[in-house]
Every structure is written in structure tokens, then in C-alpha cells.
């Protein structure tokens, strides 16, 4: 019994295959169904995004059963599986762990860290187990790369830093404000881009947002778009003076914020610190007026300065992210071959207490009339017995597991006690 | 075997700072705990050493200016622990331990001086009360100069659009500027306190206060910086990187009284 992971994603792959194979929610409900009625693989969790479609499974014959499930997957999409075969990979035991490691902690992933990834691959699991195809070996590795994913986003900072201007934005104004909560927001002109800057701020709190517009009715549309208010061009003045965060994208070409004007605001705020979002071409707020004491001021080209030093902090991360991945694989590998043997040592446990419970009640009926006394010496009798011819294959069993010869010793046994498959 | 406990104190605190420094530019998580775990185990040893004093001695650990000082070190390593915690500041060991090993190295090079030369002068309990409140302020100013560092330079990284070690690690501007003010009026009552019983304190032993006295006359100066600084704050609306500045400025004169103080000849000195 082997575990594997074989699939594509958006590094071997191109995105018109991976469209074509993208399963939805209710085709993915009858696929693993039909997967796993075939038997060829004994467990098996499919996950499908956009960026990826595999499947985890436990399977005698991994090439086969990887075969069996492709086949079946291009003719549910209608993909002829030559086309799909060479995008194809495939990892073993080991290699499988990293892989559903790496992939829920979102280094596997397009923007590595990105967040949506863990959701998805906890909703596969999720729908494979509402199939009833998920068994104790792929709930092991399931439940560890959720873990580790954990892990890896707490001891790690591979998602913290903003990689996208928007959120570099609201990074930035984290690093002047002491939170975002309650901070006023000023927009001046109504772009697509300082519309989203500005729900990224409305997200961590900011309120109120005010809008103003050299067109009144956009400015209205705007504000309504972000529950805030429009005012008059001509009032942008006096509201720089009362808020904290301006983001400026008109289409004008010339400076609509001048240095003389924001020097007698920030006479007026007393220290307060304000904050220039500039994301206008050509500028909107003059150069000079950096200059001033408290006044922060960034442009487009600061902001993508930021994201690229926040794109390098985080493939730095990313390489803490996989040492720590590494870390864990090892851990695993030795759980995983446990739960190999586990099985059998159950099953071997019950059967030899089903035989000897059994034996018991036929003997205790053959003496009727036996005391109290008796009837508790072969009980106590009967269990020893069992215990002491356990204990040697038990251990055996472990050991062998923990030596990576786990499945031969499982076989050995199950013939030897006549087991069956555990299920 | 007291003397050894110093030597691990001053170990564990050189290896707390060497650690913090080296968590702003890794940014390894282990690192900051590394640093934390050996800053709390220097403290312990220190709070060890203290009380060992005070039961040898039978007096407060404030005897003769290195006592004194090693006493405001460990105040000021429970304030930065505190404050850590409370701002969520994991950088803050960077600024504060390099000040607190420096002071230490001072503390302990310097033996106190006889127990007889201070016991004359050290009768009464107003003296005591005179230094340890002035200490109380001196720890407070390490950590208000820390924070005065720790808003200069992240002010110059977002003025200067810079990313580095100082962005990614150092808190944001409002939070500083708030640390820097809040230690500010925490220290200045009592370094005002300390220094009025000091003067007190020097009229009824030596019967005047204008005898000069390196250390009292400096120590004056830095009140004056202070004093001035925290009017500003609450009247003037003096803040960020001005505020920063004497911060700044009214450490280094407070650097240099206990320098005098460790140096030159007076009646705070050995």
C-alpha cells in the first residue's frame, strides 16, 4: 500500500488545461465516488482549484490506480488524457508528505503565501470525507499539513508583508498610525485604484471616508460605493484638515496638493501626522511637500518599491518556510508508518479476544456450578494468556514500522492470524 | 560566589543584547525568544545578587553610585520587559540592552567604596529615598531615550522610503512617540522628587546646597532638558522627531552626570 500525490498545476501545465480540468464542487462529489468505487485506490482526497488539480491516494499499485483516475477524471471533462499525461507528476510516500506540506502552507502555490490555498485544501478534504473515501492514513496526513500550514504562517512571516500597492498602502499607514480604527480617509479624484486602496483602509477600520471629485456625480457614486460622504472640490482645504490618510488619483496634470497649503494645515493639526497616497500620473501632491514635518507623502513608483522589498522578504521567508517544512516531513514519516501498522495490530487484538472470549463462555458453561472464585481465576487465566502471546508480534510490529518494514511484517501477520484486510 | 552571579548577570545581558540585535536584521523568531529567555534569566540572577546584597548589608542595595546604578539597570530591564509586552515591541530589546550592558560594565568595574566613608554620610533614611527615587527616573529615561531612537529612525525610513531591518521591525510612529512621552512623565516626578530630597539632604548634612558637586550640578542640566521637554509636550505641542531630539540630548546629559559621578571627585563619587 503506497501513498502518492499526482496532479498538475500552474507551473506544469498551462492555464487552458488546467480550465479544462477544474472540477466544481458536485462533478468533484460523483469523481471521488466513482474513483473510489473502482477500488483502485483505497483512500483518496481530490483537490481542484484554479491553480491545480491532484489527488492524494493510498493505492496498491500507485501507477495504476494514477492511470485509473485520470482516465476517469479527462472523460468526466471531456480532456483527451494523452494531452494531459506529459503535464503530469507524480511523488511517493515521502515526497507526497512535502508536497500536500507545501502545498497547504502555500509555498506550492502561484503568489507563494497567498492565503486562499489552505481554505481550498481544507474544503477538498472536507468533501472527500463527506464521500466517505478518506481513511486513516490520509486523515493523518491531512490533519498534519493543516498544522503545519499553521505553523508556517505563524513562525514564519511568509504572508505578512503587503504585495500588492493597495495593501502596501495600508501597510504603510500601520507604520505611521497606531492602527487604522477611526482614522478619517480623504480621497481626491475617483480611480479604480484609490477605490480599492480605500476599502483596504475601510477594512482595517478606517471611518470616515470622504470623497471629493472635480466630476459631483462620480464623487457621489463613489462615496456611496464606500459608505462615505462627497464633498465639493472646493472644500478639499478644510477637509485635509481633519483627516489622516489623503489618497490622490485626479487625472489632472498639475498638482492639486501644493506645499503652501499643506504647511498651513499642519499648523493647524497640531502634529498630527497626515498621510499622502499618491497614485496619480502625473502626481496630484507637489514634491516639496514631503518636506514638512509629520507629512508623509508616497507616490506609485514608492509604494511598488515597497512590494518588491516586501516580494523579497517573503521568498526569504519562504526558505524558513521549507527548511521548517523539512523539519516536519521527517517527523511525519515516522507517524505515517505507525498508522501503517496500527491496523493490524488491531485487528490482531480483536481477534485473539474474540477467540478467547468465546473459548471462556463455552468453558464456564461446562461447570455450571462453579464459584465466584473460579470463574474469576479463568477469566484472569484466559487474558494473560492472550496478553503474553501479543506482546512479541505487537512489538515486532511497532519496531518494524519504525525500521520502514512495516508493510511486510503486516502481511506476514495478517496471514499468519488469518486477518483479513483491516479496513 | 556573589561576585560570580554578577559575571553571569553581565553575561546573560551582553547575550540578551548581541540576540536582539541580531533579531533586527534575522528576523528569526527563535532569535527574539533566544533574547527574551536570556534577558529574563540576567534579571532573576540580577534580582538574586540584589537581595543577596541587601541581606549581607542589611541596607537597600543603593549604597555608593555602581550599587546605585546596577539597581536602575534592573529596573530598567523589568520596565522593557513590561513595556515588550504591553506595546508589543519586540525590537525594543535592541535599543535598551545596549545601554543596560554599558551601565552594568560600569557598575560592576567600579567597586564601591568603603563601607565606613559611606556610612557617614549615610545616615537617615531621606538618602536612601533621595537615590532610589532618582534612580526610578533614570530607568525611565533609558527606556524614553530608546524610544526616542526607535521613532528617529523609523521617522527617517518613512521619510526616506526606505525598507529595511528598521521598517520591518520597528513599531509604528504614533505607538513611539506615545512610549517616549509616557516614560517621560514617568520619570520626571521622580527624578524631580530625588533631586529635591537630594538638595534637602545636602542642607541639613553639609549645611549648604551650593557647594559644587559635579554630579548634582550636571544632574541639574538634565532636569532642565526634561523639565523643558515635557512642558513642551503638554503645552506647546512639541512631539515626533523634535520632542525625539531632547530626548535624546537630555540622555546624554544624564550619561555624563553619572559619568562624572563614576569619575570626578564629589560627594557622589568615590
Known amino acids: 500500500m503506497a501513498l502518492f500525490v499526482a496532479g498538475l498545476n500552474h507551473r506544469t501545465a498551462p492555464v487552458a488545461l488546467r480550465e479544462q480540468l477544474a472540477v466544481e464542487e458536485d462533478k468533484l462529489r460523483e469523481l471521488i465516488r466513482d474513483v473510489h468505487a473502482t477500488g483502485v485506490a ?3 482526497v481530490l483537490i481542484s482549484t484554479c491553480n491545480r488539480v491532484e489527488v492524494y491516494a493510498l493505492a496498491e499499485a500507485p501507477g495504476e490506480a494514477r492511470a485509473a483516475i485520470f482516465r476517469r477524471l479527462c472523460q468526466h471533462r471531456g480532456v483527451d488524457l494523452g494531452a494531459v499525461e506529459p503535464h503530469l507528476y507524480t511523488h ?66 511568509i504572508a505578512r ?8 498602502a495600508v501597510e504603510l499607514a500601520k507604520k505611521i498610525f497606531a492602527g487604522l480604527q477611526g482614522r ?41 460605493a464606500l459608505s462615505g460622504t462627497a464633498l465639493p472640490f472646493g472644500e478639499l482645504d478644510v477637509a485635509l484638515g481633519s483627516v489622516d490618510i489623503v489618497v490622490t488619483s485626479t487625472g489632472a496634470p498639475e498638482p492639486v496638493i501644493r506645499r503652501e497649503l499643506v504647511q498651513t494645515v499642519m499648523h493647524e493639526r497640531r502634529g498630527r501626522p497626515l498621510f499622502f497616497i499618491d497614485i496619480a500620473v502625473p502626481r496630484d501632491v507637489e514634491a516639496a511637500v514631503e518636506t514638512l514635518a509629520d507629512v508623509y507623502c508616497y507616490d506609485i513608483d514608492d509604494l511598488k518599491q515597497v512590494v518588491d522589498a516586501n516580494l523579497r522578504e517573503r521568498a526569504r521567508e519562504a526558505q524558513r518556510a521549507e527548511a521548517l517544512v523539512d523539519r516536519e516531513v521527517a517527523k511525519f514519516a515516522a507517524r505515517l508508518r505507525d498508522v501503517e501498522v496500527v491496523p493490524t495490530i488491531v485487528s490482531l487484538r480483536e481477534r485473539l479476544e474474540a477467540i478467547r472470549s468465546a473459548e471462556l463462555k463455552r468453558a464456564l458453561a461446562r461447570v455450571p456450578g462453579a464459584p465466584a472464585e473460579t470463574r474469576e481465576a479463568m ?45 | ?22 533579531y533586527l536584521v534575522q528576523r528569526e523568531e527563535i532569535v527574539h525568544r533566544l533574547a527574551s529567555l536570556a534577558t529574563l534569566a540576567g534579571w532573576i540572577a540580577h534580582s538574586i545578587v540584589l537581595i543577596a546584597l541587601v541581606v549581607e548589608t542589611g541596607r537597600p542595595p543603593l549604597g555608593g553610585l555602581p550599587q546605585a546604578v546596577s539597581t536602575a539597570v534592573w529596573v530598567v530591564v523589568l520596565l522593557m520587559m513590561l513595556v515588550e509586552r504591553q506595546y508589543k515591541m519586540p525590537a525594543l530589546g535592541a535599543f535598551v540592552l545596549p545601554v543596560v550592558v554599558i551601565l552594568s560594565l560600569k557598575a560592576s568595574a567600579a567597586r564601591p567604596a568603603a563601607l565606613e566613608q559611606i556610612g557617614l554620610a549615610f545616615r537617615g533614611a531621606w538618602v536612601w529615598v533621595h537615590i532610589a527615587l532618582a534612580m526610578i527616573g533614570i530607568a525611565a529615561f533609558v527606556l524614553n531615550f530608546a524610544g526616542a531612537v526607535m521613532y528617529l529612525l523609523q521617522e527617517r525610513t518613512l ?12 513599531p509604528d510612529l504614533q505607538t513611539l512617540d506615545r512610549l517616549t512621552y509616557r516614560t517621560l512623565a514617568l520619570g520626571f516626578p521622580f527624578l ?13 548634612a553639609w549645611g549648604s546646597v551650593l557647594t559644587f558637586d559635579p554630579l548634582a550640578s550636571l544632574s541639574f542640566v538634565a532636569w532642565v532638558i526634561y523639565a523643558a521637554t515635557l512642558a513642551g509636550r503638554a503645552v506647546a505641542g512639541l512631539h515626533g522627531r523634535r520632542a525625539a531630539y531632547f530626548a535624546v540630548f537630555g540622555f546624554g546629559v544624564l550619561v555624563l552626570t553619572l559619568g562624572a559621578g563614576f569619575f570626578l571627585p564629589g560627594r557622589h563619587g568615590t
Not at chain 2, 192 to 204: D, E, S
Open chain 1, 42 to 44: 483505497r483512500e483518496a
Open chain 1, 92 to 157: 511517493e510516500e515521502g515526497e507526497a508528505v512535502r508536497h500536500a506540506f507545501r502545498v497547504a502552507a502555500s509555498l506550492d502555490s502561484m503568489m507563494v503565501g497567498e492565503p486562499q490555498i489552505l481554505g481550498q485544501v481544507k474544503d477538498a478534504f472536507a468533501l472527500a470525507q463527506a464521500c466517505e473515501t478518506v481513511g486513516p492514513t490520509l486523515h493523518t496526513l491531512f490533519s498534519q499539513a493543516f498544522a503545519v500550514a499553521k505553523k508556517v504562517r505563524t513562525e514564519t512571516d
Open chain 1, 161 to 168: 508583508h503587503a504585495v500588492s500597492v493597495s495593501f502596501a
Open chain 1, 184 to 224: 478619517a480617509v480623504l480621497l481626491v479624484g475617483a480611480g479604480k485604484m484609490s477605490e480599492l486602496a480605500a476599502k483596504h483602509l475601510v477594512d482595517q477600520g478606517a471611518f470616515p471616508i470622504y470623497v471629493v471629485n472635480r466630476t459631483w456625480a462620480r464623487a457621489q457614486e463613489m462615496a456611496r
Open chain 1, 379 to 423: 477469566e484472569a487465566l484466559s487474558s494473560a494468556i492472550v496478553n503474553k502471546i501479543l506482546h512479541a508480534p505487537i512489538t515486532k510490529l511497532r519496531e518494524s514500522s519504525r525500521a520502514g518494514a512495516g508493510r511486510s511484517w503486516t502481511t506476514l501477520v495478517q496471514e499468519l492470524f488469518g486477518l483479513g484486510r483491516p479496513s
Open chain 2, 1 to 22: 560566589m556573589l561576585a560570580l552571579l554578577g559575571n553571569v548577570v553581565l553575561i546573560a545581558y551582553a547575550c540578551a543584547t548581541g540576540l536582539s540585535l541580531a
Open chain 2, 159 to 170: 521619510k526616506a522610503k526606505r525598507t529595511g531591518a528598521f521598517y520591518y521591525r520597528l
Open chain 2, 192 to 204: 524631580t522628587t530625588g533631586l529635591i530630597l537630594g538638595v534637602v539632604w545636602a542642607r541639613t
